[in-house]
């Protein structure tokens, strides 16, 4: 009975630390961040750019045209088929509340951080809009 009371304390708390008003059901964010819809061809480039998400330099998409696709995340080659769009959001926004000893950066955390730059210090590390472009984009990769 104790875990059930605590349940959403927890879920509420994991809320607060980030950038905007989200509501977590279970494994996944089922609303688009900031109720706007994705463009997965802008959400490759942040996928790909280096002064954006950067995704490539842990992940491989087998349709991408990207040299030096890394290996230390999973493979994202069929994501689309596997996730919805809110567990693909859930785990771009804060992977760290999913899976807590993970090296993916929360990208749309600004609090309960470490080792942040000061001039990043309570900002996003990536922006409502790029985040809906990503997941746009990865909804696309089903094969």
Request: aromatic content about 6%.
């Amino acid at each position: 009975m104790l875990s059930l009371l605590l349940l959403p304390a927890c879920e509420q708390a994991r809320e607060d630390r980030l950038a905007g008003s989200i509501q977590i059901v279970g494994d996944s964010i089922p609303q688009p961040l900031d109720g706007k819809s994705g463009d997965p061809v802008r959400g490759q480039q942040v996928f790909v750019s280096r002064e954006d998400g950067h995704c490539v330099l842990c992940h491989q998409v087998g349709s991408l045209d990207a040299e030096f696709q890394g290996n230390v995340g999973p493979a994202l080659t069929g994501i689309g088929a596997r996730l919805t769009a809110g567990q693909i959001r859930y785990r771009i926004v804060d992977a760290q509340g999913i899976w807590p000893d993970t090296v993916m950066p929360s990208y749309y955390r600004t609090g309960d951080l470490r080792q942040v730059g000061n001039e990043y210090s309570g900002k996003p590390a990536l922006g409502a809009q790029q985040i809906e472009d990503i997941v746009a984009f990865l909804e696309t990769q089903t094969n």
